[in-house]
């Protein structure tokens, strides 16, 4: 019993050392995009769905809209066409 408590404390260290990792280079990625968009503010800029994909925080479909929630608790809503 206790190896599988040690076990499972080197695996919740291990894995919140791979999420800080990963948080990190989402941070810096984030960064990299803001600078470009900054840098060409007047030119019409392209954006892979990698790239957006790093300010959207969770995006719910619904019959009538989708709702975007990004990472800075800001809320968007597109509505559907109506036929």
Do not use: P, W
């Amino acid at each position: 019993m206790a190896q599988c408590y040690q076990t499972k404390q080197m695996l919740k260290k291990e894995l919140q050392k791979l999420d800080d990792k990963y948080n990190a280079l989402k941070q810096g990625r984030q960064e990299k995009l803001l600078k470009t968009l900054e840098k060409n503010s007047n030119e019409h800029t392209v954006m892979t769905q990698e790239d957006l994909a790093v300010f959207i925080d969770r995006i719910v479909v619904k019959k009538d809209k989708i709702e975007v929630d990004t990472i800075d608790d800001q809320k968007c809503e597109l509505l559907s066409k109506s036929d």
